[in-house]
């Protein structure tokens, strides 16, 4: 059967730069799955779980904000930052999601840039936290 080359990359580092057999990430429109063959696609890629699977083994990431472009054979997710689930602190996933509350709830309806910025680490650590408690 074909496989997918998929690189997972961050600013930090190469996750993944591997042959799979399929990917499913979370797009800005929904998770969507890819397999070989699959027709090009652009899409944003909110917080959330990425895996891929590879015979019978499949590896799972928590991924942040970035870009997935997707062509015949090839999947490439850029993003702020990736991990794998194994990595992934709980205890520091849970105390970031304490700090971002504690930030909503004081500023809760207000527009600024604190409340955003609250509101994108409350996802971002959520995600984290549902991929390591799906492994764990
Ligand atoms: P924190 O407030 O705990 O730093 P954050 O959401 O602000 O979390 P990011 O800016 O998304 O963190 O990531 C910064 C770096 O820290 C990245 O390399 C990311 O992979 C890593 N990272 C963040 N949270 C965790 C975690 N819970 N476990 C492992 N690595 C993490």
Redesign the pocket.
């Known amino acids: 059967m074909d496989k997918l080359f998929l690189e997972v990359v961050?600013p930090?580092?190469v996750l993944v730069s591997e042959e799979v057999d399929m990917v499913v990430a979370p797009g800005i429109e929904g998770e969507f799955g890819v397999l070989p063959g699959h027709v090009l696609f652009l899409s944003g890629i909110v917080p959330g779980e990425l895996r891929y699977t590879t015979g019978s083994e499949t590896e799972s990431f928590?991924v942040?904000t970035g870009f997935a472009e997707v062509s015949q054979n090839r999947v490439s997710i850029l993003v702020?930052?990736?991990?794998r689930a194994t990595?992934?602190?709980?205890?520091?996933?849970q105390?970031?999601i304490q700090?971002?509350q504690e930030r909503l709830a004081r500023d809760r309806g207000s527009k600024d840039v604190d409340f955003h910025r609250a509101e994108?680490?409350l996802k971002?650590?959520t995600a984290?936290?549902k991929v390591?408690q799906k492994v764990g």
């Open positions: 961050t930090e580092r928590a942040t702020d930052a990736a991990e990595e992934i602190d709980v205890e520091r996933a105390r970031a700090r971002a994108a680490a971002r650590a984290r936290l390591a």
